[in-house]
């Protein structure tokens, strides 16, 4: 166990190893970016010819997917691995973008909302918690959040919260997101 000064964190046996936190973290955000692409991929796929918002799902694909290439990159360069639950969430991202879209333009956009506040609050606290040990990786969580945050802006511009159940359909978004955040850290 560290000694009790003020040189730096204090670790308890059994907590990750500050090289193993940058892995998780690596880890949950390849997932996450991931996941991101495939609902927009299922949005896209069910809305995708709307003039307005085939664009508009377009431009939030294309900035996925740079996300999930940086972080592909990340992973390799750092040798984390992947979570384990990519085949699942593959199938769950696609599912849950192509299923709101066919619920309307308005669902797809809460469930972009739900998402993004998620993604925000999640890229927050990794970099609070990075603190001034890994400034570039901090900058990247940093730009993304902030392109995650013009996600969440288009879904409100563009009549998320006139969704018939909106609360109810963001609160369940919201805490299927943070599951798969709390599971694909660990496996």
Not at 26 to 55: N, P
Not at 89 to 117: I, R, Y
Request: charged share 25%.
């Amino acid at each position: 166990m560290q000694s009790q000064t003020d040189n730096g964190p204090k670790y308890l046996p059994g907590d990750p190893r500050p090289e193993q936190r940058v892995e998780r973290m690596l880890r949950v955000d390849h997932a996450g970016e991931f996941g991101a692409v495939r609902i927009y991929s299922g949005q896209k796929a069910v809305l995708g010819k709307s003039k307005k918002t085939g664009a508009l799902l377009a431009h939030m694909l294309e900035q996925e997917q740079v996300h999930l290439k940086t972080f592909e990159g990340l992973i390799k360069k750092r040798g984390a691995r992947p979570t384990a639950l990519m085949p699942l969430w593959h199938v769950a991202g696609w599912a849950l973008g192509a299923g709101t879209a066919a619920l309307g333009e308005k669902a797809a956009m809460a469930c972009t909302v739900a998402v993004e506040e998620v993604i925000d609050e999640h890229y927050a606290d990794q970099i609070e918690a990075l603190g001034n040990d890994e400034p570039e990786l901090a900058e990247t969580f940093e730009k993304f959040r902030q392109e995650e945050l013009e996600h969440r802006d288009i879904g409100l511009e563009h009549g998320a919260e006139k969704t018939i159940g909106y609360a109810p359909l963001t609160g369940l978004i919201k805490n299927g997101s943070r599951l798969a955040i709390w599971l694909s850290e660990r496996f």
